[in-house]
């Protein structure tokens, strides 16, 4: 089992490692994309919740969904700062230790990412009731980020 990590722990690994990648400049059209992308993603989430039974399998769309909206409308924000990461890891540690001002918590995203891969690379089920604890939090930190985004864009 991995050792708990700090987001400066994970970002400082991270930097040594050589996984925040500079971007050369900032393309705009590729931030527009990746937002796009996100609006997608969550419009989709949306759509097949519908109606949904709690303990449906499809849960585990919804929930990997919006955490791929949050992923990449943060990927588009961090453009910004002429940055991208290899993993998800270092997006979100990038993210909170270099934008205290957004008052996003590293707990959050390290909670939801491993619930991600565990439902991704291990068979891990996920229900309505995981949804429900994680989607208030999730959606505000996606139009927390959207705000922020859409100042930097013309």
Do not use: V
């Amino acid at each position: 089992m991995e050792q708990y990590r700090t987001a400066a722990d994970a970002l400082k690994k991270c930097e040594l490692k050589g996984s925040i990648l500079p971007l050369a400049n900032i393309d705009k059209e590729q931030i527009k994309s990746l937002l796009d992308l996100s609006y997608g993603d969550l419009l989709a989430a949306e759509k097949l919740s519908q109606g949904l039974d709690a303990k449906s399998i499809l849960w585990n769309n919804i929930y990997t969904n919006y955490y791929d909206a949050l992923h990449k409308i943060i990927d588009a924000f961090l453009r910004f700062d002429n940055i991208t990461s290899l993993n998800h890891i270092c997006l979100f540690a990038y993210l909170c230790e270099k934008h205290p001002e957004l008052e996003l918590n590293w707990d959050f995203f390290e909670k939801i990412r491993t619930k991600r891969n565990g439902i991704n690379y291990y068979g891990q089920k996920t229900y309505q009731i995981d949804w429900k604890h994680i989607e208030i939090q999730t959606k505000l930190y996606h139009k927390t980020i959207e705000i922020e985004l859409l100042k930097k864009l013309p």
